[in-house]
């Protein structure tokens, strides 16, 4: 099979059936453990458990944060930033945290469009602004073209970083940038990635220019 | 995380108001702005910040780049470091600028710190940083560790016996080279603060870095009026090629007539303890033809009073090296 035989053929990318196909009941129900019940009716569509869940915590204020289209009415403890926000009381767990620091850049998300670090924001300050995370750029079935360019190019090892570089990458279309791989990698600079797929990210991100 | 209160003004007033009521606006102090929060947030997550509250001023009318009616420009506090630097204007006439806030951090820090937050971004001293640490900056007269331990990246200018921290700043850099002013809104009203004037040597007393007074909110900066045919350049050095704070930086303002500089303004980054200014390269260059030579002699009487640490006698060629550079590319541009 070549290359681009495989490139051609990327039936099952999602990461959660993998996990759950490959023997990794244990890991999987250590990660349901510590999604609070809170979240988990927010991921399914209503937040009233996170509201209630979070009225008591002193000091907690009431937010709308508009995440991919939809409203979250939560009640959020000043310390909290966008990032665990979007992870714990969302679960939204696209978003990855990486250094927590905004030295890394993993937890890139876009808001009001523009690419930011949600670990170096408080959700607070994003009270009626527009989020979008990877879970909003598409689906398995229909991905957004940087998505399927990361797919086609290989553009990954570990995948942990994946979701910022995409959010960066997609944001980079939008930004004054040169057309050389120079221009791309220096704009990307803000998301590292610790298994070296830097080649294989520029080379996506180059894809998916040609063809805008 | 200490546990902060955390408040939305409306008004510059009534920022102000519960500003005022901090014991101090600088190192450790109990009310804090959050403009972008790139630097607040990352030091409260290491406790080396606590404040008990956060005044976050981002519905502050404070977000415009506006024409001054002199010809300069006018920048409120809460723009953020890439709307600046993409600034139609600012790529024009003031693209040393541009060429330093693009040099610095990531496109989405960029997105999100503030101009205002630029000028107060705190040193990276990894001893600042760390809380089992002792730091005159963080706590005063517990002793600096930094002069006897890692200072590789610390400042061989403006240093003293009680902290050598190095100003982080790419940004302030070009706006020294650029005299610009700081504005500021406080309890007994509005001041103007020359560029030079802001920051405050660390002597004996680190914890004192601007002359900021509790209350003090910067609102805008305001660049003069673009020197015509002045030639800009912003050059970098670090360890890697993008995404680091600089080991040596310079920006520079030139301005050379018939070969001649008649005019030129030097700030150098990543060796000072506080933005760099340097008169005495600006001595050297002027009246002097624009060649090699010149522009060496500049270096050296830049770094003529440099005072090394035990790992960083390096910085004092390299610096000297990285404005020599840049005034030639200046020269040639």
């Given at each position: 099979m070549s290359i681009d035989d495989l490139k051609s053929q990327p039936t099952d990318p999602t990461r959660r059936k993998f996990l759950l196909t490959s023997g990794s009941s244990v890991a999987a129900s250590l990660v349901a453990a510590y999604v609070p019940a809170s979240a988990k009716s927010a991921a399914e569509g209503t937040d009233s458990g996170a509201t209630s869940a979070l009225s008591?915590?002193?000091?907690a204020i009431p937010i709308t944060l508009r995440i991919n289209g939809k409203e979250h009415s939560l009640r959020i403890d000043?310390?909290?930033?966008l990032l665990d926000c979007i992870r714990e009381?969302?679960?939204?767990?696209?978003t990855k945290k990486g250094c927590?620091?905004?030295?890394?850049?993993?937890c890139t998300v876009h808001v009001n469009g523009k690419r930011v670090l949600s670990c170096l924001n408080?959700?607070?300050?994003?009270?009626g602004k527009e989020i979008t995370t990877?879970?909003?750029?598409?689906?398995?079935d229909a991905m957004h073209p940087m998505q399927a360019s990361f797919l086609a190019c290989d553009?990954?090892?570990?995948?942990?970083?994946t979701s910022g570089q995409i959010m960066s990458a997609v944001a980079l279309l939008k930004?004054?940038?040169?057309?050389d791989d120079t221009s791309v990698k220096e704009l990307m600079s803000g998301n590292i990635c610790r298994c070296g797929a830097y080649a294989n990210i520029v080379e996506a991100i180059q894809q998916v220019r040609k063809n805008v | 995380m200490h546990t902060f209160e955390f408040i939305r003004p409306t008004d510059p007033g009534s920022a102000i108001a519960a500003a005022?009521?901090?014991?101090?606006?600088?190192?450790?102090?109990?009310v804090r702005f959050m403009g972008g929060g790139t630097t607040l947030i990352d030091l409260m997550k290491l406790n080396v910040e606590t404040p008990d509250r956060v005044l976050d001023?981002?519905?502050?009318?404070?977000?415009k780049i506006e024409a001054t009616p002199d010809g300069g420009l006018k920048i409120g506090a809460t723009v953020r470091n890439s709307d600046l630097a993409y600034h139609p204007k600012v790529q024009k006439d003031y693209a040393v600028l541009s060429q330093a806030i693009l040099n610095g951090a990531s496109a989405q820090i960029r997105n999100m710190a503030t101009v205002g937050g630029n000028l107060l971004q705190r040193t990276r001293c990894v001893y600042f940083r760390d809380t089992a640490m002792s730091c005159n900056k963080r706590?005063?007269?517990?002793?600096?560790?930094a002069i006897t331990g890692?200072?590789?990246?610390?400042?061989?200018?403006?240093?003293?016996e009680h902290c050598i921290a190095t100003n982080p700043s790419d940004m302030c850099v070009a706006m020294a080279a650029l005299e610009a002013t700081i504005h500021v809104q406080g309890a007994k009203g509005s001041r103007s603060i020359p560029f030079g004037d802001f920051h405050l040597l660390?002597?004996?007393?680190?914890?004192?870095?601007?002359?900021l007074e509790p209350g003090?909110?910067?609102t805008h900066v305001t660049l003069p009026p673009p020197i015509v045919g002045s030639r800009q350049m912003y050059l970098k050095l670090r360890d890697?090629?993008?995404?680091e704070f600089a080991l040596a930086s310079a920006a520079v303002v030139l301005t050379i007539a018939s070969g001649r500089i008649t005019r030129a303004r030097v700030a150098l980054g990543g060796?000072?303890?506080?933005p760099w200014r340097s008169p005495e390269a600006e001595g050297a260059l002027t009246?002097?033809?624009?060649n090699d030579a010149t522009f060496r002699q500049a270096a050296e009487a830049a770094l003529r009073n440099a005072k090394p640490q035990s790992e960083n006698k390096f910085k004092i060629e390299l610096a000297k090296r990285c404005l020599a550079h840049a005034l030639k590319m200046a020269s040639m541009s």
């Amino acid at each position: 099979m070549s290359i681009d035989d495989l490139k051609s053929q990327p039936t099952d990318p999602t990461r959660r059936k993998f996990l759950l196909t490959s023997g990794s009941s244990v890991a999987a129900s250590l990660v349901a453990a510590y999604v609070p019940a809170s979240a988990k009716s927010a991921a399914e569509g209503t937040d009233s458990g996170a509201t209630s869940a979070l009225s008591n915590i002193e000091g907690a204020i009431p937010i709308t944060l508009r995440i991919n289209g939809k409203e979250h009415s939560l009640r959020i403890d000043p310390c909290t930033t966008l990032l665990d926000c979007i992870r714990e009381t969302v679960a939204l767990t696209g978003t990855k945290k990486g250094c927590d620091h905004g030295q890394c850049g993993a937890c890139t998300v876009h808001v009001n469009g523009k690419r930011v670090l949600s670990c170096l924001n408080l959700a607070l300050m994003h009270d009626g602004k527009e989020i979008t995370t990877v879970e909003g750029l598409g689906t398995p079935d229909a991905m957004h073209p940087m998505q399927a360019s990361f797919l086609a190019c290989d553009a990954y090892q570990c995948g942990y970083c994946t979701s910022g570089q995409i959010m960066s990458a997609v944001a980079l279309l939008k930004e004054p940038c040169g057309p050389d791989d120079t221009s791309v990698k220096e704009l990307m600079s803000g998301n590292i990635c610790r298994c070296g797929a830097y080649a294989n990210i520029v080379e996506a991100i180059q894809q998916v220019r040609k063809n805008v | 995380m200490h546990t902060f209160e955390f408040i939305r003004p409306t008004d510059p007033g009534s920022a102000i108001a519960a500003a005022a009521q901090s014991k101090t606006a600088q190192q450790g102090a109990d009310v804090r702005f959050m403009g972008g929060g790139t630097t607040l947030i990352d030091l409260m997550k290491l406790n080396v910040e606590t404040p008990d509250r956060v005044l976050d001023i981002n519905r502050l009318p404070l977000d415009k780049i506006e024409a001054t009616p002199d010809g300069g420009l006018k920048i409120g506090a809460t723009v953020r470091n890439s709307d600046l630097a993409y600034h139609p204007k600012v790529q024009k006439d003031y693209a040393v600028l541009s060429q330093a806030i693009l040099n610095g951090a990531s496109a989405q820090i960029r997105n999100m710190a503030t101009v205002g937050g630029n000028l107060l971004q705190r040193t990276r001293c990894v001893y600042f940083r760390d809380t089992a640490m002792s730091c005159n900056k963080r706590e005063p007269g517990t002793g600096c560790p930094a002069i006897t331990g890692h200072n590789r990246t610390l400042a061989i200018l403006g240093s003293s016996e009680h902290c050598i921290a190095t100003n982080p700043s790419d940004m302030c850099v070009a706006m020294a080279a650029l005299e610009a002013t700081i504005h500021v809104q406080g309890a007994k009203g509005s001041r103007s603060i020359p560029f030079g004037d802001f920051h405050l040597l660390p002597g004996s007393t680190p914890q004192r870095e601007t002359v900021l007074e509790p209350g003090d909110l910067i609102t805008h900066v305001t660049l003069p009026p673009p020197i015509v045919g002045s030639r800009q350049m912003y050059l970098k050095l670090r360890d890697r090629a993008s995404y680091e704070f600089a080991l040596a930086s310079a920006a520079v303002v030139l301005t050379i007539a018939s070969g001649r500089i008649t005019r030129a303004r030097v700030a150098l980054g990543g060796v000072g303890t506080k933005p760099w200014r340097s008169p005495e390269a600006e001595g050297a260059l002027t009246g002097k033809p624009a060649n090699d030579a010149t522009f060496r002699q500049a270096a050296e009487a830049a770094l003529r009073n440099a005072k090394p640490q035990s790992e960083n006698k390096f910085k004092i060629e390299l610096a000297k090296r990285c404005l020599a550079h840049a005034l030639k590319m200046a020269s040639m541009s």
